[in-house]
């Protein structure tokens, strides 16, 4: 019988229990892609309040990849050195630090180049932008921005990293058919909208090699019908990424486009826990890769539970860690 409280092999990394702070971006993060010494503290606090392992908010890739001032840049002077104080605070206090790499695409609000925000294809975003299609040099480039971005985590002794590819950010936006009606290699069927996934991966991989963990957070569903993403497709993409060595897989759903397709449903007093355990407990089915569920979680008995019910391997929470030691009394 698995418990929250014991040790847990997430693919190339280990972590000291079951419970995991899901990626939180907030406005006191930083300022202008300037780590704050809020992000360090309240990480701190986490690793003490016994969270296993911290997945930071996302944190962008190069230009056009930022969705606010207040999401940090790894392509700025001095990020590098912000980064590893964090990653020596969590580890003082017993936690393991991913950091999540993310391009927000269509939504992106911080503009390097251009007028407009980088996108599969022509589209308003939902901040309403006009967001442009982008060349296939702009794919190229994003996709060496996540390697460099890997390469820059791994150097500054974070434990792995995270690549965002759920809640219509880039990547998600290629897997979507909604935001995706590309006709060439990047689009059409899930085998092309995929592609710059793959391509990502692999670019990560061949600048931090084939030890260092690296992780996926994705859709299962994007909630909106045979618009968006389906579980099957996620299912297939996961598979793949499976092949490739992908060392976890945290399951989330949602664009965001609407009140019902947000990722972060409020969990009423009484409701079912869990939003997206479902889709979770499918994939751990198919899947030897650890499986991380997220959204919703409130009790330490439903997600024993949970973890007892298949084959999910660990629990990630946000919301919950407004106050860093929820957790701390449950061992």
């Known amino acids: 019988m698995k418990k929250i409280f014991e040790p847990v092999s997430l693919g190339r990394l280990e972590i000291k229990n079951r419970i995991i702070r899901s990626a939180t971006l907030t406005n006191k993060d930083c300022a202008d892609g300037i780590i704050l010494p809020y992000l360090k503290d309240g990480s701190a606090a986490l690793a003490k309040g016994n969270v296993a392992l911290v997945i930071t908010g996302m944190m962008g890739i190069g230009v056009n ?7 940090p840049r790894t392509y700025i002077d001095g990020f590098s050195e ?18 999540q790499i993310s391009h927000c695409g269509a939504n992106a609000m911080v503009l390097e180049e251009g007028e407009n925000p ?26 060496k921005d996540f390697g460099k ?21 880039l990547l998600s936006q290629f897997l979507s058919p909604y935001y995706n009606k590309r006709s060439d290699e990047y689009g059409g069927g899930i ?35 045979k618009e968006g993403l389906l579980p099957e497709d996620s299912t297939w993409v996961c598979k793949e990424l499976a092949k490739l060595g992908i060392d976890a897989i945290e399951v989330s759903s949602g664009l965001a ?75």
């Open 65 to 71: 990849s930022c969705a606010a001032d207040f999401m």
């Open 82 to 99: 912000k980064l590893s104080e964090i990653v020596d605070a969590i580890h003082e206090n017993g936690g393991k630090i991913v950091v």
């Open 118 to 143: 980088w996108a599969p294809s022509d589209i308003v975003s939902v901040m309403g932008f006009e967001a442009k299609e982008m060349t296939k040099e702009q794919i190229a480039r994003v996709v």
């Open 149 to 169: 971005a890997a390469k820059i985590c791994r150097e500054a002794g974070a434990d792995g990293v995270q690549l965002h590819c759920a809640h219509g950010y």
């Open 191 to 225: 085998e092309n909208r995929a592609r710059i996934v793959f391509d990502a991966y692999s670019e990560i991989r061949k600048q931090v090699g084939e030890d260092y963990p690296v992780m996926i957070k994705i859709n299962y569903s994007d909630l909106i019908g």
């Open 257 to 331: 486009l609407t009140k019902e397709t947000r990722p972060s449903l409020k969990v009423e007093e009484g409701a079912m826990e869990g939003h997206f355990t479902e889709g979770a407990l499918k994939l751990s089915a198919e899947l030897s890769t650890p499986i991380i569920s997220v959204g919703g979680y409130r009790t330490k008995e439903q997600i024993e539970h949970v973890l007892n019910e298949g084959n999910i391997a660990a629990i990630a929470m946000a919301r919950p860690f407004a106050n860093p030691m929820y957790i701390a009394d449950w061992d």
